[in-house]
Nanobody
């Protein structure tokens, strides 16, 4: 399974941004999909996920109410709608293929950098 996140950029605090992740490969539709982020000098953080069927989502407390994950199985795509961005959201955002409802990572994708200026 191959994954590529894109859509990052430089935005100002309070702005919105939508990240996308394209999944490909024979087994790409066999996994739940998740979003992680890693800020400079910090450990990678699990922030959101959508289960295989698209009906169940996980959102970490640190972004709850501001970030919304979704997926389109027909397009093998995962999305992350990010609103009310804060400077502390600055990080490299990664998508991953994860075990359904367990969220254990099986495959990592390449990340996309989001920079939020104050």
């Amino acid at each position: 399974v191959q994954l590529q996140a894109f859509g990052g950029g430089v935005v100002q605090a309070g702005d919105s941004l939508r990240l996308s992740c394209a999944a490909s490969g024979r087994a790409s539709n066999d996994y739940a999909l998740g979003w992680f982020r890693q800020a400079p000098g910090k450990e990678r953080e699990f922030i959101a996920a959508v289960n295989l069927g698209g009906s169940i989502t996980f959102v970490a407390d640190s972004v709850k109410g501001r970030f919304t994950p979704s997926r389109d199985n027909a397009k093998n795509a995962l999305y992350l709608e990010m609103n009310s961005l804060k400077p502390e959201d600055t990080a490299v955002y990664y998508c991953a293929a994860v075990e359904d409802l367990n969220w254990t990572v099986h495959y990592w994708g390449q990340g996309t950098l989001v920079t939020v200026s104050s």
